[in-house]
């Protein structure tokens, strides 16, 4: 078995950060979990895949966060050539028409709203596992 | 006029024939008796003029009286004979016999003077009557003195004579045998009507007149023309009299006030004619008079009015180009009165130029088509001052239909409008205004929208981590944590699902007020049944009966509103009848002529009408939580949508009867099925 893609989580909150992570670990999931903890860290990553770094199979992008938010991290992979393929899976609280528009419109793969719930949030953890690391397939 | 020609000559022979040689006293010689004079004396004796001959320088003693003089006056000649004339004359007593006793006695010593015929112009005289049951007549005469010269030339004797002026329309009319019609025609005439002697004494007046004058006829004709309509103004009068009196003109006519006996006046218009009818020898006034107090009020009603409505009238005739105007327009436009009205492109100065193009064009047009218009105008007067006008203004006519002249109005609408610039003014205030707050408005609702939107991510957000951090808790350390640990998890995490519930309803809420919504024909009953559709669990699980057989029925209304506001009284009405005995639901609906009602009712708790208003609030809530959980936001937000939507919703219900709450939509209407 080949070594698995990565899964990039970009989440500024500490504390959504550790209980996606805790739900990832208790559905098992096999692939890495980048953390990436605003905007700025998830656009560091950039320069890392143009390099020749392992693109991820699916990076999770929650909008709302301090310095760059969410949708301007979309803009910036969605227009580049090397990098738009990358799914990318909105993964916020937001329901507003106005967000899941202008996430779709900028390419969006996918927008998911986090459920406060915790078992509904579990079920979600293991569905983007399933579908977008074991169902879906990546762009070669 | 009268000349007595006959006696001139040849009188004097005659008289000293008839007379005898020695003057009489009270016996008077047969003349009879001398054969020669008989034809003279029957001459004299049946002559139609009335006459008496009088001594010239015998203090007027009455020498011979002929039959009609007798008879006109009732005397008798043997008690006249060798009297002094005036002994008998005055005949009768008259308010101004005095005046007459001195024109006469002048009339007569002028003769003795002058030694020449003198005449008398007419005078009434009031005659005492032949009969003695019957009251004295007054009757006009002309007086005559002739004098009688002897062979040596001495004036010896005077002929006076009387000569009887008939009313000479009655001899006019006698004449044609008509007197009964001509009598009515006068009388009946709808004018008032008279005939004067030419010293203004009444010959005849109608009752017409004597309405106008406001007196009797008796009393009247005791005053004379002057007296009664110039009393005090002597040059008035003569002033009107004047031109006729000099042959200038032969009708005369002049606007008087008269003030009646009753100390009322009226305004009455005068024509006067100087006539000679044909037959008589002598000149009449003829009098019409017009009561014009009706006229005269009117004219000063429209005048008053065209004043309070600061309404000038003006009328242009287009072949003599004459220009007329009404005081009003001289005030309107400020001009002097005193000059003559602006004609056509001079009345271009008092206007500014973008209105005089206006009202130049609309007067050129009426002119060349011959339609009415309006417009208004604004005027400049010569001192600088600024008016608003309405002009209007029409084409009068030929009967071929040929434009013969241009009239029309001119009104003062200055004040109308100034508050009406002062209106546009504030208007236009208020406009900056309006928007100036929708502004504010805007922002201010964008800084909601932006809150509301940080907490429904920054809330959630801590909410999902005790939600989370709880479970683990429960499921990872259950064994280290007693029963009282567990009943705090478990409360824990209630409070975040209750929490968590508020804040998607304060959400929705909120969206509700700041989301457009997309009016659009939809059919109830398929909204109805997908809502009931979602709800199926909940009423099987408690065994409640839907009735829901709605007709198609299609309103007006967005699709996602309506299908939330009928989630939130479907979910409320299971909530509140679940626990009945035997729940039921039902919807029902009512077309009426522009919008559609429809209602769910349940059979559950109900509540308290005095609680009506307080339920459709924000976070207002009958129950306690743990019996009926809820928000408080539902209702709110059924009321906020039905709002957005153009509805209504209200309730119906008592403690424990069920509630019934109803929409009122706008009905969707087409003329086609609209499947």
């Not at chain 2, 109900?606 to 129950?623: A, P, S, T, V, W």
Request: charged content about 25%.
């Amino acid at each position: 078995m080949t070594s698995h893609p990565p899964i990039l989580l970009v989440e500024d909150n500490p504390l959504d950060v550790d209980l996606t992570l805790r739900a990832f670990k208790r559905r098992n999931l096999v692939n890495p979990v980048h953390v990436a903890r605003d905007g700025e860290e998830a656009l560091a990553w950039i320069p890392l895949w143009e390099a020749g770094e392992t693109q991820p199979a699916v990076i999770l992008l929650d909008l709302n966060m301090p310095r760059i938010d969410g949708l301007s991290v979309l803009r910036s992979l969605k227009t580049r050539d090397g990098l738009r393929r990358i799914p990318i899976v909105i993964l916020t609280t937001s329901k507003e028409d106005r967000d899941i528009n202008t996430a779709y419109d900028l390419g969006a793969n996918s927008y998911i709203v986090k459920p406060v719930d915790f078992d509904n949030f579990l079920q979600v953890a293991q569905q983007i596992e399933l579908y977008w690391c074991i169902t879906n397939e990546l762009p070669r | 006029m009268y000349h007595s020609g006959p006696f001139k000559k040849w009188s004097f022979v005659v008289i000293v024939t008839l007379l005898p040689s020695k003057p009489m006293t009270n016996q008077r010689t047969d003349p009879i008796s001398t054969p020669a004079i008989l034809p003279l004396q029957q001459f004299f004796e049946t002559s139609s003029h009335l006459c008496l001959i009088l001594r010239a320088h015998d203090h007027f003693i009455i020498e011979m009286a002929n039959d009609a003089f007798l008879a006109a006056t009732s005397l008798r000649r043997e008690l006249i004979i060798g009297k002094n004339l005036f002994e008998i004359f005055p005949l009768s007593s008259i308010e101004d016999s005095d005046d007459s006793i001195n024109v006469l006695r002048a009339s007569l010593n002028r003769v003795l003077t002058d030694q020449c015929a003198n005449t008398i112009t007419i005078r009434q005289y009031i005659i005492p009557s032949r009969d003695s049951g019957e009251s004295a007549l007054y009757q006009y005469w002309k007086l005559s003195n002739t004098p009688v010269f002897d062979p040596s030339g001495h004036l010896r004797y005077i002929i006076h004579q009387a000569e009887h002026i008939i009313d000479p329309m009655i001899a006019c009319a006698q004449r044609s045998e008509s007197i009964s019609a001509f009598a009515a025609i006068f009388e009946q005439a709808a004018v008032g009507l008279a005939l004067l002697t030419a010293e203004g004494h009444w010959i005849r007046a109608n009752t017409r007149l004597c309405e106008i004058i406001g007196d009797g006829y008796e009393a009247i004709r005791m005053r004379s023309f002057q007296d009664i309509f110039y009393p005090n103004d002597p040059t008035g009068y003569a002033e009107f009299l004047h031109p006729l009196l000099a042959g200038e003109i032969q009708t005369r006519s002049t606007e008087r006030y008269h003030l009646r006996n009753n100390g009322h006046g009226i305004w009455v218009r005068l024509f006067m004619t100087w006539i000679r009818l044909a037959d008589s020898l002598v000149d009449y006034f003829v009098l019409v008079v017009e009561d014009i107090q009706t006229c005269k009020e009117m004219e000063e009603n429209l005048k008053e009015a065209k004043r309070l409505a600061k309404l000038g009238y003006w009328k242009w005739d287009r072949d003599t180009h004459t220009h007329t105007w009404s005081e009003e327009i001289y005030r309107i436009y400020g001009r002097n009165p005193a000059l003559p009205p602006a004609i056509y492109p001079e009345v271009q100065m008092y206007f500014t130029e973008e209105s005089w193009l206006k009202l130049a064009a609309a007067v050129e047009k009426s002119l060349a088509e011959g339609g009415a218009y309006e417009c208004d105008a604004e005027v400049v007067r010569p001192d600088g001052s600024h008016r608003w006008i309405t002009a209007r203004g029409d084409a009068i006519r030929k009967r071929d239909g040929q434009i013969l002249a241009l009239h029309g109005t001119v009104q003062d609408i200055t004040d109308r409008k100034l508050a009406e610039q002062a209106l546009l003014q504030l208007n236009a205030s208020l406009e900056a205004r309006v928007a100036e707050r929708t502004a504010e408005l805007n922002t201010l609702n964008q800084s909601l929208e932006s809150f509301v939107y940080s907490v429904s991510h920054d809330l959630k957000g801590p909410l999902r981590g005790i939600e989370g951090y709880s479970r683990f808790l429960e499921e990872d350390y259950a064994e280290r944590l007693n029963e009282e640990g567990r009943l705090f998890v478990a409360n824990i995490r209630a409070g975040v699902t209750q929490m968590s519930a508020l804040i998607d309803d304060l959400l929705a809420y909120s969206r509700m007020e700041r989301c457009k919504l997309e009016p659009t024909p939809l059919d109830l009953s398929i909204l109805v049944n997908e809502v009931i559709a979602e709800y199926t669990q909940d009423i099987s699980a408690h065994e409640i009966k839907i009735v829901a057989d709605l007709p198609s029925t299609y309103v007006q209304a967005d699709a996602d509103g309506l299908a939330l506001v009928l989630r939130n009284l479907l979910g409320n009405a299971i909530k509140f009848s679940k626990y009945a005995s035997q729940p039921r639901i039902e919807f029902g609906v009512r077309k009426e002529a522009s919008f559609v009602i429809t209602w769910i009712r349940d059979n559950g708790i109900g509540f308290d009408m005095k609680y009506n208003d307080q339920i459709f609030e924000i976070f207002e809530r009958l129950h306690r939580l743990e019996d009926y959980p809820g928000t408080g936001i539902g209702l709110a937000l059924v009321k906020k949508a039905m709002q957005r939507m153009g509805g209504q919703v209200w309730a119906d219900s008592a403690p424990g009867k069920g509630a019934t709450f109803y929409l009122k939509l706008p009905v969707y209407i087409t003329h086609r099925d609209p499947q």
